[in-house]
């Protein structure tokens, strides 16, 4: 009999007994339990991890991330992991809440550590869906900008982190970590190679967009477009038929007729703008995934929907 068939048949004496199982019945890998803070991040760990991870995502897609409220369920789930990865750079407000709720003991892992941030503008204000808006930071110094997987060239090192984080935590699973981490790293080259050449395809003069997303940063840096900050149209405020000639104007000044705004909810004011001439590109997926039925419901669809609307955008600049 195998060492293995061995352990088989004690542990059913050992049932049929009625005893608790012991810890080396157990031993045959049952999945890690990992937490990561967010969707985004979520799909990277889950790209890594694949079977080897039980896997939870606190922040659920189309939410706030900076901005969150952990519930007793996601503090019980916290409490019973091995390992938490988060992403860093001051992106989710609400960590040591949670971490004190849920007495957290395991490890925790930063996915942003050692990745050079962009810095945002002094007291730049940020929210998102027309919520409240906040400062990153709310201080009067630059901040780090968090929002870098719009990015791909940045992601390659915050893969090698989940990576570690992951075999660091699980060794006897760390080739399969490793493995996993090549083939997402290689998706991220191919990702940002085809991004480039999307935008490469707007002629240089043309690439300019304005918005009230300021989470795209990264992305226009990396593809070479530029992107204006929309006057009229504020973080919180949803957009009126009375900022339309403002921001019509601010169309004429700028040279571009793209605008990406993300209070604007009402059909007859994104008419108003379009007659006079703008090209209002659709709801943008900037911190978050889509629902599983939207159009960004994974990391690389979420690039590709991002990039893809940008560019069609600016094509008719
Ligand atoms: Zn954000």
Known sequence: MTRLGRRSALAGLVAMLGLATPAWAAETAAPMKVVASFSILGDFVKMVGGDKVDLAILVPPEADAHEWTPGPDEVKTLAGARLFIVHGLGFEEWLKDIRRKAKFKGTVATATRGIKPMMMAAGQVHSHGGGPAHAHGGGAKREPDPHLWNDPQRMQTYTANIVEALAKADPK????????????????AALEAWAKGEIAMVPADKRRAITTHDDFGYMAARYGFKLIEAQGAGNDAEVKAADVPTILAQTRNEKTKALFLKTLKDPAVAKMLEDGGAVVGPPMYADTLSQPTGPAPNYEAMQRYAVTQFKTAMLKN
């Open 173 to 188: 699973n760390a080739a399969t970590y490793r493995a996993n981490g090549a083939a997402v790293k290689a998706k991220l």
